[in-house]
């Protein structure tokens, strides 16, 4: 069977479970949604946000593309954020990376010719790993780089957000939190809490944490 044709069988299958489950269900997804959280994150297919959350149809507004950008200048990304937040009115945006990303690992190594619109996307991410060189190299390995990268990349994230025109306008603001998610163990953790005091103890934290990461 080819892969389409499964996935068409799973849907009936999860449709019926699901219907099954919770007689209503359906008739409230058909009702209208109004999710509470923005989730930006990766577009690689181990982080599904959902999935990693145990979150349910209609609880997450999602916005993922190659290694977890907020870029003001792409129309999709302001689309989704513009409509989260004025429309929604979603109370938290979350920047979700995770250690092992391609794209990160991408902006750390000679670009690939036939990948322009690639290159042209992690462009910022090239300039992020410049800023942080010196933090970089004292690194080793390329894997533990990227994965501190990933990290800043989360965090440079989060700052563009909450410095934003459309995140700011309202008169209480949605928190943005940054997280990062480990492939090797399923777990995220916490680099931005979204909530200012917790986020000063844990800029002091977070080295001891990475170095274990990159170990
Ligand atoms: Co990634």
Redesign the pocket.
Known sequence: MNRPKRMLLENIAWAHETAHADAQFFTRLAQGQSPKVLWIG???SR?PAETVTNANPGDLFVHRN???LFSPSDDNTMSVLEYAVRVLKVDHVIVC??Y?????RASLLPQSSDLPHVNRRIAPLCALGERHRHELDAFDELDARANRL?ELNVLEQVRLLRQHAIVCERDEPPLVHGWIFGLHDGLINVLASGYADEDETRATERAPITSLRAA
Do not use: K, L, T, Y
């Open positions: 990766c577009a690689d982080v190659i290694a977890n990376g995770h092992g990303c391609g794209g990160v990933a």
